[in-house]
T-cell receptor, first 115, second 114 residues
Framework: AQKITQTQPGMFVQEKEAVTLDCTYDTSDPSYGLFWYKQPSSGEMIFLIYQGSYDQQNATEGRYSLNFQKARKSANLVISASQLGDSAMYFCAMITSGSARQLTFGSGTQLTVLP | DSGVTQTPKHLITATGQRVTLRCSPRSGDLSVYWYQQSLDQGLQFLIHYYNGEERAKGNILERFSAQQFPDLHSELNLSSLELGDSALYFC?????????????FGSGTRLTVV
């Protein structure tokens, strides 16, 4: 079975600073994908970034980067130069080749960016 | 606009009633997934349809059912509703084999059972 753990229920960051949101995962499947989604207060789920288990380099998408440490089974999201609009709930999620492409989500981290 | 359309956006109904949530996937996507987001259970996978056929079931109650029609839109039917069914229900679609964009989620249907 797959499991995603996000140990930070809430985080605060000052505007323009960087912040790291933690995510650890557990799976016995050697082939898997890790995702981060953003959920603003309006409720929609917005895809941010993806990392495949066989990818050699850490994924980056604009101000978002994924710090992928395979041996530690961690996939932390780094947001650089935080903006007020980054205040939202952030979810880490995983699919595996054996999971019929269903996403397993973590419990989320509520990020608040302070002016 | 993500391209995945869910209707209605909000739904308030009484216990014991039945409701239907509708999802139109992004153009070209054959797969539709339903997820439930509740305060106590978090985000949970309910069911997956691919090109009209059920592919996988997650933690979906027997009171819930879904189908995907020939035009690829999907409906999630919730019956004998209980207070605990109040949640945000998401539909997501994807192209099989698309590796790095995951799923495209709709904006969700917020169901309130009173």
């Amino acid at each position: 079975a797959q499991k995603i753990t996000q140990t930070q229920p809430g985080m605060f960051v000052q505007e323009k600073e960087a912040v790291t949101l933690d995510c650890t995962y557990d799976t016995s499947d050697p082939s898997y994908g890790l995702f981060w989604y953003k959920q603003p207060s309006s409720g929609e789920m917005i895809f941010l970034i993806y990392q495949g288990s066989y990818d050699q380099q850490n994924a980056t998408e604009g101000r978002y980067s994924l710090n992928f440490q395979k041996a530690r089974k961690s996939a932390n999201l780094v947001i650089s130069a935080s903006q007020l609009g980054d205040s939202a709930m952030y979810f880490c999620a995983m699919i595996t080749s054996g999971s019929a492409r269903q996403l397993t989500f973590g419990s989320g981290t509520q990020l608040t960016v302070l002016p | 606009d993500s391209g995945v359309t869910q209707t209605p956006k909000h739904l308030i109904t009484a216990t014991g009633q039945r409701v239907t949530l509708r999802c139109s996937p992004r153009s070209g996507d054959l797969s539709v997934y339903w997820y439930q987001q509740s305060l106590d259970q978090g985000l949970q996978f309910l069911i997956h349809y691919y090109n009209g056929e059920e592919r996988a079931k997650g933690n979906i109650l027997e009171r819930f059912s879904a189908q995907q029609f020939p035009d690829l839109h999907s409906e999630l039917n919730l019956s004998s509703l209980e207070l605990g069914d109040s949640a945000l229900y998401f539909c997501a679609s994807s192209v099989v084999g698309q590796r790095d964009s995951g799923y495209t989620f709709g904006s969700g249907t917020r169901l309130t059972v009173v």
